[in-house]
């Protein structure tokens, strides 16, 4: 029987995990900004696009050197890209794996399957790089409202040239954006889970670590009260929260993140999140490993 290496192409980074007893337990995180500049030009940028396919290419021959077959999907950046289907073509023929370009709706449920392990939810929020994601049992919705996309919208609305020049307007013009497209039915929240790497690193920081410990950010909840007052702490360190471990990659599109998870919550009249490292790179792993079936 195979065993898989998930490579999850993302807006703001290519994730890599190998299966182990059906699920991921090591995940690696390559910042590449796929999704950089999307919002203002429609493209995926060179850079960035080569910058992914030579991550992919090694990730790729090293799963194969250790015995996995290499899959991958990709998400927000590459469905919606004018030049993302030529980018998963160049992947498939340079890197060596197919990759799957997932609609919307379809990353959202793969991520409530893969979240499902955690048990326990009724609703799960998945905040990426282009998109975010709002599941139930019942439905799922993505909006284009990730962590990179919305840094680009709101320092051009703003005129702002980092996430710290006029925090509060970046702000405004985040939640005015997503004013524009966010539209939900009806529902009862209930439990509420959080998945991606927006919010996994917010609980991080929430727990106050400085080295990612899975085990510990599964058991952190976050509140509209405690999102707040950590918002306000990272606005105040500035440029100093790049010299955080934890925010290397992430120091310029964190807050960015941080608003949306707080918009969504507002909206959702949500008084608290748990977290699930588990996302859907798990759920992707179920699909495959089903033969499409999930």
């Known amino acids: 029987m195979n065993k898989y290496a998930v490579i999850d192409i993302g807006s703001n980074s290519v994730r890599y995990g190998e299966e182990a007893s059906g699920r991921i337990p090591v995940k690696e995180v390559y910042t590449t900004r796929l999704g950089g500049g999307l919002a203002k030009t429609g493209l995926l940028p060179d850079e960035a696009m080569e910058k992914s396919l030579e991550v992919m290419k090694e990730l790729s021959r090293r799963a194969k050197e250790n015995g996995f077959v290499p ?22 023929s340079e890197c060596g794996f197919p ?10 449920r793969l991520a409530f399957l893969g979240a499902s392990g955690s048990g326990g939810f009724d609703t799960m929020i998945d905040i ?26 709101a320092r ?13 307007a970046q702000r405004q013009a985040v939640n005015e954006y997503i004013d524009g497209i966010f539209s939900l039915p009806e529902f009862a929240v209930g439990r ?17 670590l400085r080295d990612f410990d899975a085990r510990t950010v599964e058991n952190t909840v976050l509140t509209p009260d405690s999102l707040e007052k950590l918002i306000a702490r990272l606005i105040e360190e500035g440029g100093a ?25 507002k909206k959702l009249n ?16 179920m699909k495959v490993k089903n033969h499409g079936n999930i």
Do not use: W
């Open 156 to 168: 051009e609305k703003s005129g702002a040239s980092s996430p710290d020049e006029d925090p509060l």
């Open 71 to 92: 899959v991958g999907y990709a998400t927000s950046a590459v469905r919606d890209a004018v030049n993302g289907r030529e980018f998963a073509e160049r992947v498939e």
């Open 241 to 265: 929260r790049r010299e955080h471990p934890l925010l290397r990659e992430r120091h310029d599109v964190i807050l960015y993140g941080a608003y949306i998870l707080a918009y969504a919550l």
């Open 128 to 153: 990426g790089g282009a998109s975010m994601q709002v599941v139930t049992r019942d439905f799922g919705a993505s909006f284009r409202a990730g962590c990179v996309r919305c840094s680009d919208i």
């Open 99 to 108: 990759v799957e370009i997932l609609p919307g709706e379809f990353e959202a």
């Open 270 to 285: 949500a008084y608290e999140l748990s977290v699930s490292c588990a996302d859907g790179m798990e759920g992707y792993l």
């Open 192 to 208: 509420l889970v959080g998945v991606g790497g927006t919010i996994t690193t917010l609980a991080a920081l929430e727990a106050g």
